[in-house]
């Protein structure tokens, strides 16, 4: 896995400089588009132009189950993961809409799942029906997976990234039980116990919450993790599908493509890729803050200001979809308003 620690390209800081001093002639008085104008600069940084557009999106929903949902930890069973997979390719769910909206290079990415996909699935649907193992184990009576599976995952996420064309990366997650293994791994890297990160997920109720609370505090009790193990943390507590987008993640630092976080799946997985490589965190952008307990938290822990709060918690990647016409807007405004001397204006004139 020495890939990992390959290094990130930093973004471009003389187009960066470019892309503010053209703000700085734009028709509008300086910073009254607010965060719109730090979003056009960051995109000129990433894209290494002064004028950066936003066309090519990508997008991949990993899926994959997970043994701690055979624990009571979920309102859905299991056997909802596979189904959902069946759902994407049939193009009927959330995030299959608005990547048809949005033009985007859209695939589902099947880890493994205890129950096959229901047949029959569109063959243009795009689904890498991988099946590297029967789902994670259950991580609060062992490891979550082996090393040689979770070297699987992140290079399953890598070569997703690699076949890409993009400008944009969006990952999904789809597992049931999969909040509470985010859950673990955000306590284990941010040094936090499971009450602190710990939320109703599907929308379980009080009692639930309070088991899923106890099997998180005994997993992290169990594996010892600590901030400074990703790879440990990730194989003892985490999901196929967030290696997986882990592994994506990283691939999109190394390649230049900025990535779009989610919600609090995929903000997990940016945490513990991160970690990996520190490298990774200036291609980052938080979509949305969801409204799973902890998302708040971990963005602010690391350094993450989301785009949009709208009391979303569906996954999928669907936030941050709804995120991109936003970004879309921003370069609009940056590339195509007048500036002053094209439309005849004169600038405003610091008072002495």
């Known amino acids: 896995m020495n890939w990992l620690q390959a290094p990130c390209p930093a973004p471009s800081a003389a187009h960066r400089d470019a892309a503010l001093a053209h703000q700085a002639q734009l028709t509008k008085p300086p ?40 624990r009571g930890v979920s309102a859905f069973p299991p056997e909802v993961t596979a189904q959902m997979i069946a759902n994407f390719c049939h193009g009927g769910a959330a995030i299959s809409v608005l990547s048809r ?45 082996s090393e040689a599976l979770l070297e699987a995952c992140l290079e399953a996420g890598r070569q997703q990234v690699d076949a890409l064309d993009c400008a944009l990366f969006i990952a999904g997650d789809m597992g049931i039980g999969n909040t509470s293994s985010a859950a673990a791994l955000c306590a284990a890297q941010l040094g936090w116990d499971a009450r602190a ?19 998180i505090d005994a997993a992290l009790a169990r ?3 600590r901030p400074d193990a990703p790879l440990h943390n990730l194989r003892c507590l985490g999901g196929l599908e967030i290696a997986a987008i882990c592994g994506a993640y990283l691939r999109c630092g190394q390649r230049g493509i900025p990535v779009l976080v989610d919600g609090f799946i995929a903000t997990a997985a940016a945490l513990l890729a991160s970690a990996i490589n520190p490298g990774l965190r200036p291609w980052l952008l938080a979509a ?30 669907s936030g941050a979809a709804v995120a991109v016409p936003l970004l879309q807007s921003a370069l609009a405004l940056h590339r195509e308003m007048a500036t002053f001397s094209q439309a005849a204006i004169s600038a405003g004139v610091a008072p002495t």
């Open 197 to 215: 990160v710990t939320g109703r997920g599907t929308g379980i109720d009080a009692d639930t919450l309070a088991h899923k609370r106890q099997l």
């Open 288 to 317: 949305h803050c969801s409204n799973e307990s902890a998302h708040a938290r971990v963005l602010a822990a690391m350094g993450l200001e989301p785009l949009l709060d709208l009391g979303m918690r569906l996954g999928e990647g």
């Open 31 to 70: 910073g009254s588009l607010g965060r719109l104008e730090r979003i056009a600069v960051d995109f000129a940084g990433w894209q290494s132009t002064p004028l950066p557009t936003l066309e090519r999106i990508g997008v991949r929903v990993f899926a994959a189950d997970h043994g701690i949902s055979r």
């Open 223 to 225: 594996h010892q993790p």
């Open 101 to 145: 909206a949005l033009g985007a290079d859209f695939a589902v990415v099947n880890l493994g799942t205890f129950e096959p996909v229901p047949e029959p699935v569109p063959a243009a649907t795009g689904l890498h029906n991988l099946q590297l193992a029967p789902g994670s184990a259950d991580f609060s009576s062992g490891p979550a997976m």
